[in-house]
């Protein structure tokens, strides 16, 4: 029996491009990303390669000396992926292909890996394969060598149709038949929300990996499946949850990322459905990262995608037990303070004050504020269920300690 510890990952080597778009330590941060992807993934990165130009390459999206010094790596050194942090080319693709002979991967397909690796339900595996096929299909050249072949023989005479063709068709067809088996998902999963009733609900949104699952078994005393890699969750989680005497529905939702591929976002959406029914939102946020912002901002941009960036929401800044903030020493008259310097009592009386009481500091792991959390929750949820049932409102007290 292998030991776990034993078990040999792939070698990958990441490839990033300083443009003007992204700036070194950007791209330095993205790669930290990708990084991580990769070991979720099941891969072990061993070495890194940054190359800065203006225009990227129309037909190998790095330079000719830049992809001469990855091939001699990749050559010397038994490397089973090539993984690029931006979206390559179906042409592109095939060009590294034929002269690195290994692998070549880019951020979405690594991502849409990932996604295949963790959907459990059917529901996931449907959603998943759709996105899978919609990137296919543009590449599906790379994946023969026998594309101008004619099929001949008895009744294949006339005009012919060539095997990428029919492959295209093949394929065609599957992402009409996974497509039509979503709608008929999306409307048994309609009926389910509409059986639940006139229950407030309340949904968890957030970047990935930021302790969402981890606060959804906190709060519903549930056992939702958390785990230190990205997109542990795929599926929605919806448990029912009571505050003092006040129900409400909680679901946990898929991650977002930074450059999340177009074909998730769109297989998603119904899955995202929790969200745009939600009556309210928890936008989880790992205060403890670096670019936690840059994940505001990732978060918010798919919430407007999806037509939800004016629902009512709670950010819940989480992971407050592993923030570590840098220090100037006190004879270093040469630093200037910046925000890697804040104490997270000086985050907040930055922007987030304008936040106010939507703005809660936790740590679902350590359990550290929680009481603050439920009852800044049960009075969110108390508000909604009043403007909801005017005639019952006699039944919740104003604030969770008057229980």
Request: charged content about 30%; some cysteine; aromatic content about 8%.
């Amino acid at each position: 029996m292998i030991e776990k510890n034993s078990i040999e990952h792939e070698k990958a080597v990441l490839i990033g491009v300083i443009n003007r778009e992204q700036n070194e330590e950007k791209v330095s941060e993205f790669l930290d990303e990708l990084e991580f992807l990769t070991y979720t993934a099941g891969g072990e990165v061993v070495k890194r390669f940054v190359q800065r130009m203006d225009v990227p390459n129309p037909k190998t999206l790095i330079g000719s000396g830049k992809m001469e010094e990855v091939q001699a790596f990749v050559k010397a050194n038994d490397i089973g992926s090539v993984i690029f942090d931006d979206e390559l080319t179906p042409a592109q693709q095939r060009n590294i292909e034929k002269l690195l002979r290994c692998k070549i991967v880019d951020r979405t397909s690594l991502i849409l890996d990932i996604f295949a690796q963790r959907a459990q339900t059917s529901y996931a595996r449907t959603q998943v394969e759709l996105a899978q096929y919609e990137y296919l299909l543009p590449r599906l050249t790379g994946l023969w060598t026998h594309l101008e072949r004619q099929r001949g023989g008895i009744g294949m005479r006339g005009p012919g149709e060539t095997e990428i063709e029919t492959d295209r068709r093949i394929v065609r067809d599957r992402i009409s038949l996974l497509k039509k088996k979503l709608e008929k998902i999306d409307r048994q999963m309609e009926t389910q929300r509409g059986n639940r009733g006139a229950l407030v609900r309340v949904a968890l949104v957030g970047y990935t990996n930021v302790g969402k699952s981890t606060l959804m078994n906190v709060i519903s005393k549930s056992e939702v499946f958390a785990e230190n890699k990205l997109f542990a969750t795929l599926d929605t989680t919806v448990r029912k949850v009571v505050i003092g005497n006040l129900p409400f529905l909680l679901s946990d939702t898929v991650g977002f990322i930074r450059k999340l591929p177009t074909q998730l976002v769109e297989s998603f959406k119904s899955t995202l459905d929790e969200v745009r029914e939600a009556d309210l939102l928890l936008h989880v946020v790992d205060i403890s990262h670096p670019q936690f912002e840059e994940h505001i901002d990732s978060v918010n941009k798919i919430l407007h995608e999806i037509g939800c960036s004016d629902k009512n929401t709670i950010m819940v800044f989480n992971k407050i037990d592993q923030y570590r903030h840098e220090v100037i020493d006190s004879d270093d008259l040469v630093t200037e303070k910046t925000e890697r310097h804040f104490t997270i009592e000086e985050w907040k009386r930055t922007w987030m004050q304008r936040v106010g009481d939507k703005a809660i500091f936790i740590s679902a792991l350590n359990k550290q504020n929680l009481d603050e959390f439920r009852k800044r929750v049960y009075d969110e949820v108390r508000d909604i269920h009043v403007t909801r049932f005017p005639y019952n409102n006699f039944l919740y007290p104003e604030h969770l300690d008057e229980y």
